[in-house]
């Protein structure tokens, strides 16, 4: 008995030891070794990684909270955020529908709000979820319905101040020999954004027709490039192994340079070739030489705004961005952005399973600032 119970303590033993050995064998450099931090020496998730890749052929997922498997390789977001697939899989409800029409009266409030303040146009552009342009990648018991939550929202705000992508992406993919969206990732890619861009400078042009916007060619595709796999293969822990591809698209041919900026401190945080923004969490100005409009333009976004910001700082000579949800969110920075910075135009972009979050749906709160004594 008792040598039965010192083989289990050695063997345990020895087991808490391969992994820190595994872990400092598996590390890129001996400067990327943490040779004091539990948190380095006894991390699993290269038994993750493994367990994830044998899975992965099987079309099994090791997270399907945040991962499901589709087809022929393409992945999908799961319901971990926004409850994407459950909500697109049902059909509208009475809730979805009266949730559109409370963000539709909010948009025309902000809209005659921002228009007391200067702005002369005020759009949100749906960046589409992949299930709703590519559903025929997706498992059988994963399909979106239609009409879903989304045709609600749009019922309730109509195409006026909303823009609604998915007829010409849908349309578009059937034209193009690459895809729109990364198999392996939650976003469109750059041929994808630049057909979302076009059909928004072509609904925009007809309340702004001053505004001049990128010639047809610098949508087209320049060349196609390997990458690793995106943020669903992360989730899964399986960059590196699953690999995707880059179309690359013509954007480079407008000579352009930009310098971001941090809006409050004023620090230069870039300056070079115009390359594409993550979503940021304060606010970040981004000036360009060379843009086709000398114009000011507030961009409250997410990440499908990074493949669009490129096109974005090509088109207006200062745009002014920060996440949406750190502008919309109560004691946001929305109305003070706008008082402060006095933009020409206001644009919002926000990925489909977001595009309903109530804090669209509030009203531009009255904004009260000193002003010497007064």
Not at 15 to 20: E, G
Not at 259 to 284: H, I, M, R, W
Request: net charge neutral; proline share 7%.
């Amino acid at each position: 008995m008792k040598r039965s119970v010192v083989r289990f303590l050695l063997a345990a033993l020895s087991s808490l030891l391969v992994v820190p050995v595994i872990n400092i064998l598996a590390a890129p450099n001996l400067d990327t070794i943490k040779w004091t931090e539990k948190a380095f020496l006894f991390n699993m998730d290269f038994a993750s990684r493994l367990t994830a890749r044998l899975l992965y052929p099987l079309g099994i997922s090791t997270d399907p909270k945040q991962v499901i498997l589709g087809r022929e390789g393409w992945i999908y977001l799961g319901d971990q955020y926004e409850q994407t697939l459950s909500v697109d899989r049902r059909p509208p409800s009475k809730a979805d529908f009266a949730r559109g029409q409370e963000i539709g009266h909010a948009a025309m409030a902000l809209d005659a709000f921002l228009a007391s303040r200067g702005v002369k146009l005020f759009r949100v552009v749906i960046g589409p979820n992949k299930g709703s342009i590519y559903p025929e990648y997706l498992p059988d018991w994963a399909k979106p319905s239609l009409p879903n939550a989304t045709d609600a929202l749009l019922a309730g705000t109509g195409t006026v101040f909303y823009v609604d992508l998915r007829g010409p992406l849908l349309a578009a993919k059937t034209d193009q020999n690459e895809p729109l969206y990364y198999k392996t990732d939650t976003h469109w890619n750059y041929l994808g954004a630049g057909v979302a861009f076009r059909t928004f400078a072509q609904q925009v042009s007809l309340a702004a027709p001053e505004i001049k916007w990128p010639p047809a060619t610098v949508y087209q595709l320049a060349r196609v490039d390997s990458r690793d796999g995106g943020d669903l293969a992360e989730f899964l822990r399986l960059t590196a192994h699953l690999s995707d591809r880059e179309p690359v698209i013509n954007t480079a041919s407008l000579s352009i340079e930009t310098k971001e900026s941090d809006f409050d401190t004023k620090q230069v945080l870039y300056q070079g070739a115009n390359k594409a923004v993550l979503p940021p969490t304060k606010p970040l100005l981004v000036q360009s030489v060379g843009a086709l409009n000398d114009k000011r333009v507030l961009w409250l976004r997410d990440s499908f705004g990074t493949a669009l910001s490129p096109l974005m700082a090509a088109t207006f000579s200062e745009v002014l961005q920060l996440h949406w949800a750190e502008a919309m969110q109560p004691g946001g920075r929305f109305i003070q952005l706008v008082e402060d910075w006095k933009p020409e135009y206001v644009f919002v972009t926000v990925v489909e399973r977001a595009s309903r979050n109530p804090w669209f749906a509030a009203y531009p709160a009255t904004v009260v600032a000193p002003k010497g004594d007064r």
